[in-house]
């Protein structure tokens, strides 16, 4: 791992996952500069040794590196293509600034993005990652690139600092759909656990006892390990805390439908991801997609 220059790094998106991976940059010694259409959230960092910028162009004036975390496609193109009136970052950047994208979208709009950039003589990458809220700030990310080979060598160096893990997929886009593959194995594993914990529950096993033992057999899974949905078997998951996010049911849903939308593309046949994707939108629908999407536990726990 390479240590921090005088690089100077421009951070968009400050919510629960792009501030605590800005704040791991600024414990590593990077310049950073912040920027959120939410005011409010860029404070904290501020407090911290961030300077705080009001605008899209304040924020990536100077920068020679731009890292965006954002909750959707329609977000990402806003910012770095821009909408309406307004300039987006391919625009506004200066020519040797180096794009990376975190956020989870469709592989299409990365690949949008990716060719305006190269349009402009700039280099994009795009990089979602997986881990949660946790991983961002204990900063053991596994950040998955699509990009150039050149891309994915400069966005190692920075991203290195923020996560654990850093794979090349492959070229522009595929950094999400490999994401897109995983959360689909996500939200379906997660929903098998949920219903299986229940069913044992009202069959009178302890859901702890129950968690230990299929954990030494076949049935082990990391949300078994990592983020058991039954609240107090696992102390420090959201499902321990009211089900505070963590990763929301209503992101989860997204990401599972850029899964379905991606299986229309290809032809292939994902029925346990639409499954899964019809039981978190029946689980938002009744007032749930700001809580963790751990919470899908409570729909198999009610039994009104």
Same mark, same amino acid.
């Given at each position: 791992?390479?240590?921090?220059?005088?690089?100077?790094?421009?951070?968009?998106?400050?919510?629960?996952?792009?501030?605590?991976?800005?704040?791991?940059?600024?414990?590593?010694? %990077?310049?950073?500069?912040?920027?959120?259409?939410?005011?409010?959230?860029?404070?904290?960092?501020?407090?911290?040794?961030?300077?705080?910028?009001?605008?899209?162009?304040?924020?990536?004036?100077?920068?020679?590196?731009?890292?965006?975390?954002?909750?959707?496609?329609?977000?990402?193109?806003?910012?770095?293509?821009?909408?309406?009136?307004?300039?987006?970052?391919?625009?506004?950047?200066?020519?040797?600034? #180096?794009?990376?994208?975190?956020?989870?979208?469709?592989?299409?709009?990365?690949?949008?993005?990716?060719?305006?950039?190269?349009?402009?003589?700039?280099? %994009?990458?795009?990089?979602?990652?997986?881990?949660?809220?946790?991983?961002?700030?204990?900063?053991?990310?596994?950040?998955?690139?699509?990009?150039?080979?050149?891309?994915?060598?400069?966005?190692?160096?920075?991203?290195?600092?923020?996560?654990?893990?850093?794979?090349?997929?492959?070229?522009?886009?595929?950094?999400?759909?490999?994401?897109?593959?995983?959360?689909?194995?996500?939200?379906?594993?997660?929903?098998?656990?949920?219903?299986?914990?229940?069913?044992?529950?009202?069959?009178?096993?302890?859901?702890?006892?129950?968690?230990?033992?299929?954990?030494?057999?076949?049935?082990?899974?990391?949300?078994?390990?990592?983020?058991?949905?039954?609240?107090?078997?696992?102390?420090?998951?959201?499902?321990?805390?009211?089900?505070?996010?963590? #990763?929301?049911?209503?992101?989860?849903?997204?990401?599972?439908?850029?899964?379905?939308?991606?299986?229309?593309?290809?032809?292939?046949?994902?029925?346990?991801?639409?499954?899964?994707?019809?039981?978190?939108?029946?689980?938002?629908?009744?007032?749930?997609?700001?809580?963790? %999407?751990?919470?899908?536990?409570? %729909?198999?726990?009610?039994?009104?």
């Amino acid at each position: 791992m390479s240590q921090p220059t005088d690089t100077k790094v421009a951070f968009i998106g400050l919510g629960n996952m792009g501030s605590p991976m800005a704040n791991n940059l600024l414990k590593a010694g %990077f310049s950073v500069q912040v920027y959120d259409r939410v005011s409010a959230l860029s404070q904290p960092l501020g407090d911290k040794g961030a300077l705080v910028c009001h605008s899209l162009e304040q924020v990536l004036d100077s920068a020679s590196v731009v890292v965006t975390m954002l909750p959707a496609s329609e977000h990402v193109k806003a910012v770095y293509l821009g909408c309406d009136d307004e300039k987006g970052t391919i625009e506004l950047a200066s020519s040797d600034t #180096f794009l990376i994208d975190c956020s989870t979208i469709d592989p299409d709009s990365a690949r949008l993005v990716s060719r305006e950039a190269q349009n402009k003589g700039l280099e %994009f990458v795009d990089a979602p990652v997986s881990g949660g809220v946790a991983g961002a700030s204990a900063g053991t990310l596994t950040f998955i690139v699509g990009g150039s080979d050149e891309g994915f060598t400069k966005a190692n160096n920075l991203l290195s600092f923020m996560g654990k893990n850093v794979f090349h997929a492959g070229k522009a886009g595929d950094g999400q759909m490999a994401k897109i593959c995983n959360n689909l194995i996500l939200g379906s594993v997660m929903a098998a656990t949920c219903e299986s914990l229940s069913l044992g529950m009202d069959n009178g096993l302890n859901p702890d006892v129950l968690s230990n033992i299929i954990l030494q057999s076949s049935g082990r899974n990391w949300v078994l390990e990592l983020y058991n949905p039954c609240p107090g078997v696992i102390e420090h998951a959201p499902a321990s805390a009211q089900y505070t996010p963590g #990763f929301m049911c209503k992101l989860m849903s997204k990401d599972l439908g850029l899964g379905l939308e991606a299986a229309k593309m290809s032809q292939s046949s994902v029925p346990m991801g639409a499954l899964a994707h019809s039981l978190y939108a029946l689980h938002n629908r009744n007032g749930n997609a700001e809580l963790d %999407f751990s919470s899908l536990f409570e %729909f198999f726990r009610n039994k009104q």
